[in-house]
């Protein structure tokens, strides 16, 4: 039929042009749709989407009720959150966790030294958003920052004293001489004989100093931190603060970041040598994950504190604070290296051969084909690692160490702020405090998992 006899015939119709794209209805996207299919899509989830709402209801009232309605805001001491002295009833006591915040960061650490406690906050931040930033620029050299010039600098800046200066003229002297011997080796390069050809030639195509420069980052950065710090010594003084003093949030991170930092490599290393063919490593990996895990924290802890020190001579006994810090990475490592292994057995044998049929060693096979798919596959169970690590930093406080929960508890005994809420709202805070870190480790661990599709099945 022709477009002629359509348009003679009475009742013909012929769309000629394309209707706009409509929104899809309400019943199969949207708010309603999703209500719909995710909370009444059958007689039982209704009867528990009802008696779920109801429970959040009487229970989120009485919370709103006395944390914000009738939560006291402001004040100088506890007349302020006493319900006799302002005639109505009182809920939480948010002055008092106003009044104690700078020691809920800083601990019992020197007022007039806390700005050394700021710029390793300031330094800490920066390496993580220069870390899990997926877009941040040069991530070897944020990663040789994080791991390396981070914990050095902020040992330096956080104890100072005579210990600090002399390791941070140490490190000044050897970034130093590194950056001499390879500023020669770039400029002259017959210098350089113990350099492989291929570098040399690749190297030869740029200037002098690009050669320096592009190498060589790692160790001008080092130059540049220590430099800086070295000014500030000379400037401000870096007195030494005795980790005892240290606390706080402070501490809480402290613990977590060298948990979490030093139990992936160790749980990765125990993990392969689980799943070694020589008998001696695999004996001594088993035995080690084994025993670690069958013991609770809080006998590690207690472990590393008091019965430490005895196995060594008085003047070689680790710091206070060095104890709990070296038992909780080898308490995390353990863990973490059973959900290595669950990610190394996750992998099809298949991945081994065609690793092992391009004639890569066992470390090439391992480092660039089994574990980045192995830890793709177990991002879950790490994050869950790490954040009962962050979580279990709480049990430091019993072989006295001044975690931001114990500081809560210490100023729970002052008397300027003693009232029947204080204590709770304290509570509230550390527990808000927490939820929000755990939060945002998984949160960034459900973003990555997305992005590397590690759910994903093909």
Do not use: H
């Amino acid at each position: 039929m022709t477009d002629a006899t359509l348009d003679n015939a009475p009742n013909a119709f012929v769309r000629r042009e394309t209707l706009a794209q409509q929104p899809a209805p309400l019943s199969v996207a949207g708010p309603v749709a999703w209500i719909r299919s995710n909370l009444f899509s059958s007689p039982l989830g209704t009867v528990l989407t009802l008696v779920s709402l109801y429970i959040v209801i009487v229970g989120v009232e009485d919370l709103v009720r006395f944390y914000i309605l009738d939560a006291v805001w402001t004040g100088a001491n506890r007349e302020a959150c006493l319900a006799d002295k302002i005639g109505r009833p009182v809920g939480a006591c948010w002055p008092y966790v106003v009044d104690r915040f700078q020691y809920f960061v800083y601990g019992s650490y020197p007022v007039s030294q806390r700005w050394r406690v700021n710029i390793v906050f300031v330094m800490f931040a920066l390496g993580v958003v220069w870390l899990l930033w997926n877009k941040a620029p040069l991530k070897k050299l944020g990663a040789f920052f994080f791991f390396i010039i981070l914990p050095l600098s902020g040992f330096i800046l956080l104890l100072g004293g005579a210990t600090a200066e002399g390791l941070l003229r140490n490190l000044l002297l050897l970034s130093a001489a590194l950056a001499v011997l390879y500023a020669v080796v770039s400029f002259v390069p017959s210098l350089a004989f113990w350099t492989p050809a291929p570098l040399l030639a690749a190297e030869r195509e740029a200037s002098p100093w690009q050669r320096f420069y592009r190498p060589k980052r790692l160790i001008l950065m080092a130059l540049v931190v220590f430099g800086l710090i070295a000014v500030i010594q000379q400037q401000l003084g870096l007195p030494r603060v005795d980790t005892g003093l240290w606390g706080g949030m402070t501490v809480t991170f402290l613990i977590s970041a060298v948990g979490i930092v030093f139990s992936l490599p160790l749980g990765v290393v125990l993990a392969l040598g689980r799943r070694s063919r020589l008998p001696i490593i695999q004996l001594l990996s088993v035995i080690f994950i084994e025993f670690v895990r069958g013991v609770p924290l809080i006998t590690v802890l207690f472990m590393a504190n008091t019965m430490l020190p005895l196995f060594v001579p008085q003047e070689y006994s680790p710091d206070r604070l060095l104890r709990p810090l070296i038992g909780v990475a080898v308490f995390a490592s353990a863990y973490m290296a059973e959900v290595i292994r669950g990610g190394l057995q996750a992998i099809p044998k298949g991945q081994f051969e065609g690793a092992m049929s391009l004639g890569l060693g066992y470390g090439q096979m391992m480092r660039l084909i089994i574990l980045p798919q192995a830890l793709r596959i177990v991002i879950p169970g790490i994050v869950n690692t790490f954040i009962g690590l962050f979580k279990d930093t709480t049990l430091v406080a019993i072989v006295g160490i001044f975690d931001f929960l114990n500081t809560i508890q210490a100023t729970l005994v002052d008397p300027t702020w003693a009232t029947p809420t204080t204590r709770t709202t304290g509570y509230a805070f550390a527990a808000i405090f927490y939820f929000l870190c755990c939060w945002g480790m998984s949160r960034y661990s459900i973003a990555v998992e997305k992005r590397l599709a590690a759910g994903q099945r093909r």
